[in-house]
Nanobody
Framework: QVQLVESGGGLVQAGGSLRLSCAAS????????SGWYRQAPGKQRELVAG???????NYADSVKGRFAISRDNAKNTVYLQMNSLKPEDTGVYYC?????????WGQGTQVTVSS
């Protein structure tokens, strides 16, 4: 059974930092494409950042230069380091893991950035 456990969300002031973690189990993590999505109130879920099994990364334009995605295959974990946070970064952040056949989602973690 595949499980994704997210942690690291919270309330932070604008300009602050948070690091999100997503620990995966029951899956060949090193072979997956892993990413983070977010959903703000009243908006569609959007891709924030992704990282391939080989370590290639991509980012939404709105977070380039501020966020960094990384993975630790030994720990089956993907991270999202978020710096210089802005109020518009507020939302529920979801871990997303893709295999060749399936896509899995975490339960979501709330990130709130106050101005």
């Amino acid at each position: 059974q595949v499980q994704l456990v997210e942690s690291g969300g919270g309330l932070v002031q604008a300009g602050g930092s948070l690091r999100l973690s997503c620990a995966a189990s029951g899956i060949a993590f090193r072979n997956t494409y892993s990413g983070w999505y977010r959903q703000a109130p009243g908006k569609q879920r959007e891709l924030v950042a992704g990282i391939s099994s080989g370590g290639s990364t991509n980012y939404a334009d709105s977070v380039k230069g501020r966020f960094a995605i990384s993975r630790d295959n030994a720990k089956n974990t993907v991270y999202l380091q978020m710096n210089s946070l802005k109020p518009e970064d507020t939302g529920v952040y979801y871990c997303n893991i893709k295999t060749a056949l399936y896509t899995y989602w975490g339960q979501g973690t709330q990130v709130t950035v106050s101005s």
